[in-house]
């Protein structure tokens, strides 16, 4: 709570805690590989703003790891997925409750209209709108699709001025710029260093603190190191081995390890140059405990949720939460779907929309939702 700047919904926050357990016991069952020490204990790890260790951790992959695993279980349960296909619309039923939604295929732009007695929003986050022209850290289809279509069938948001620059994105090299630096780099024990050789802060401070640390360095102070690409910090790396003995890094941040040395740089040895990337969607559709917004029979779970990490995320809480509520969202979606009719079906919430962008004097010819970065391949394509 204290981490979300005492925003957070507390009656989410209780759930995500006292359902965390059972949502992690559900992915060990299913197999997902969660670090463990040699008697089968679970590893836990500090995160930043923490007082005591909670969070599980698959190495440097768990959102891999925990994808590998949910996807077999789809597969192995013949569970029907329509893939590279976009949701460009909700369709709302004659009574204001969720019935549906517009699709297009992104290979061919062909559309579909499924009917559907309730829906469920997972579309992730924001980072590829770049805000305040920062790189980031997420895939490309993390362009706040979930929360337009939201909104524009009268769900409520939240939060959305809060958004998370993750302290330790790569200043260099230049082809992975704005690449993730996990956090339990530094938890483990790396410490931030400006030009100077000075450790200028708690590493463990909450993520918008230390990103603020970052620029203040960078900028006010005057003790950031120059990357030819702008200014930057160091991260201590090596400390890790230091701390922990030889061989650590390698096994508990393999993928990390991995993506410098493809560029020459062993992190074991030298330190890292670091500056913020947009990392989280801190905000987004408002939800009661259940997952469903203000619009009947329309469930949101994920980062496409507000509320649950208040003003500012921190470590571990998103793929915990995307379970916890995931799963939630699910059951009583499929509890919904049994006792609901569906009337006729309508996209008369579009039309109202635009009148009331008309009735404020906005005039925009921007697409929305946007799907992809413009930048992205076959972006242009729709
Ligand atoms: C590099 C990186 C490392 C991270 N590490 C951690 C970590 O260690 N621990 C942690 O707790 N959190 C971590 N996070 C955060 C966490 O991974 C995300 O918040 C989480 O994966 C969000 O899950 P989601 O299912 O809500 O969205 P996503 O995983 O983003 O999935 C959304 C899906 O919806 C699709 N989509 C988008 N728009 C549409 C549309 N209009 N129609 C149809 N589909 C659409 C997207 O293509 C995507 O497949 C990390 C994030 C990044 C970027």
Redesign the pocket.
């Known amino acids: 709570m204290g981490g979300g700047h005492y925003a957070n919904r507390p009656e989410l926050v209780k759930k995500l805690v006292m359902d965390g357990p059972s949502a992690i016991k559900w992915l060990n069952e299913l197999g997902v590989e969660f670090d463990k020490a040699e008697d089968g204990t679970m590893i836990t790890t500090h995160g930043g703003g923490t007082c005591r260790k909670r ?1 599980h ?1 698959a190495a ?1 992959y ?2 891999a790891e925990i ?1 590998r695993t949910l996807r077999d279980e789809v597969l192995n349960r013949r569970i029907p997925v329509v893939d590279f ?4 619309e909700l369709i709302l039923d004659t009574d204001g409750k969720a019935a549906g939604a517009v ?1 297009q295929n992104m290979e061919t732009g062909e559309i579909m209209v499924p009917r559907a007695k309730t829906v469920v929003i ?4 924001a ?1 590829r709108m770049h805000y305040q022209g920062f790189p ?8 706040a ?2 929360l337009i ?1 939201g909104y524009r069938a009268g769900a409520k948001l939240l939060y959305q001025d809060t958004l998370q620059y993750h302290p330790t994105g790569v200043a260099f090299p230049q082809q992975i710029f704005g ?2 630096v ?3 780099v530094r938890s483990m024990g790396a410490k931030l260093i400006n030009s100077e050789g000075e450790a200028y802060i708690h590493p463990l401070e909450t993520r918008d603190v230390n990103a603020a640390g970052v620029i203040r360095e960078c900028s006010t102070n005057g003790k950031g190191v120059d990357t030819g690409m702008g200014k930057a910090v160091w991260l201590d790396t090596p400390m890790i081995d230091k701390i922990h003995g030889k061989g650590t890094l390698e096994k508990r941040l393999p993928a990390m390890l991995r993506m410098y040395l493809k560029y020459g740089i062993d992190i074991r040895e030298v330190p890292i140059l670091i500056y913020p990337t947009l ?3 801190n905000g987004g559709l408002e939800i009661t405990e259940d997952g469903q917004t203000c619009v009947e029979n329309l469930f949101v ?5 507000g509320g649950i990490h208040g003003r500012n ?1 921190l ?8 379970i916890v509520f ?1 799963r939630s969202a699910g059951q009583h979606a499929a509890q919904k779907a049994r006792t609901t009719q569906l009337k006729t079906l309508t996209l008369s919430h579009v039309a109202d929309y635009e009148a009331q962008l008309k009735d404020a004097g906005i005039d925009s010819d921007a697409v929305s ?1 946007k ?1 992809l970065p413009t930048y992205a391949r076959g972006a242009k394509a729709f």
């Open positions: 969070m951790a440097d768990s959102g994808m296909t976009a949701a460009i699709l997972a579309t992730g986050g980072g980031t850290s997420n895939h490309y289809g993390a362009t699709d979930g279509l690449a993730l996990t956090e339990k990392h989280y969607q779970a994920g980062e496409a949720v995320r470590m571990g809480n998103s793929l915990l939460d995307i995931g939702p799907l």
